[in-house]
């Protein structure tokens, strides 16, 4: 249901997005020549401006659309602490704020895509860098892996500053968030869910409060004659 409400929203944006950005176009070549320069340049300052914004909705289009097609997952057996250590090592820098260490307790041999588990904690980091950038401090990431009864947990855990308690209960639903709407749309860990739960698993939160946000990653641990 909210994949296919996704899919509509993104075709009923696209159209006049397009029309307007093309109008704004025209309207500008029909003007521009007989302005003079002071007014030209107050013309085009103000296009930039509006060009801009219509850029930030084509962006939340596109936000539409990825949670409208996120694909079925191309699992892979292979082991989780090498990819989880390849993470940790590739985006070490990628948050200039956010620090990022791992521990693995465990190989575990997982069937998993590993595209589409890289995106699910490029989101969890990205927030968490977010979080700890608004407070103006800066953030502290691990990824703990280990193994219970039959699955993989890959648990993420950062040092605060915490969700905002108004956002808890409705965390994974689509189009919920905390941050301001010029800074997405809420689809983030509403794609992220569905992914885990296409891949037999789940993502959770664990807690949340002013020392840290927990989420954990629960795959199925591969099985004699997979």
Same mark, same amino acid.
């Given at each position: 249901m909210w994949q296919e409400s996704a899919r509509r929203h993104a075709h009923? *944006?696209?159209? @006049?997005?397009?029309a307007t950005r093309l109008e704004l176009e025209s309207l500008s070549a029909l003007l521009e020549p007989n /302005?003079? @320069?002071p007014v +030209? %340049? =107050?013309l085009i300052k103000r296009k930039t401006n509006i060009l801009a914004e219509l850029e930030r909705l084509a962006d939340f289009t596109r936000s539409f659309v990825a949670f409208a097609q996120i694909g079925v997952p191309r699992k892979e057996l292979k082991a989780l602490k090498d990819f989880v250590v390849d993470f940790g090592d590739l985006y070490s820098e990628a948050w200039p704020n956010l620090t990022i260490s791992y521990i693995v307790n465990d190989a575990c041999e997982v069937a998993f895509d590993g595209d589409m588990l890289r995106q699910v904690l490029v989101n969890l980091c990205s927030n968490s860098a977010k979080a700890a950038l608004d =407070? #103006?401090? %800066?953030g502290h990431l691990r990824l703990v892996l280990s193994e219970d009864d039959g699955y993989a947990i890959l648990d993420v855990i950062d040092e605060g500053p915490g969700l905002p308690v108004m956002v808890l %209960?409705? /965390?994974? +639903? @689509?189009? =919920? &968030? &905390?941050k301001k709407m010029s800074e997405g749309?809420? /689809? #983030?860990? %509403? *794609? &992220? $869910? $569905? *992914?885990? /739960? !296409?891949?037999?698993? !789940?993502?959770e939160l664990l807690r949340s409060d002013p020392? #840290?946000?927990?989420?954990?990653?629960?795959l199925p641990r591969a099985t004699k004659g997979d």
């Open positions: 009923e *944006i696209r159209t @006049p997005l397009t /302005l003079t @320069p +030209q %340049a =107050v =407070v #103006g401090r %800066a %209960a409705r /965390l994974f +639903q @689509p189009y =919920v &968030s &905390s749309m809420g /689809l #983030g860990l %509403a *794609i &992220s $869910k $569905k *992914i885990m /739960l !296409d891949h037999g698993g !789940d993502l020392a #840290g946000t927990e989420f954990r990653i629960r």
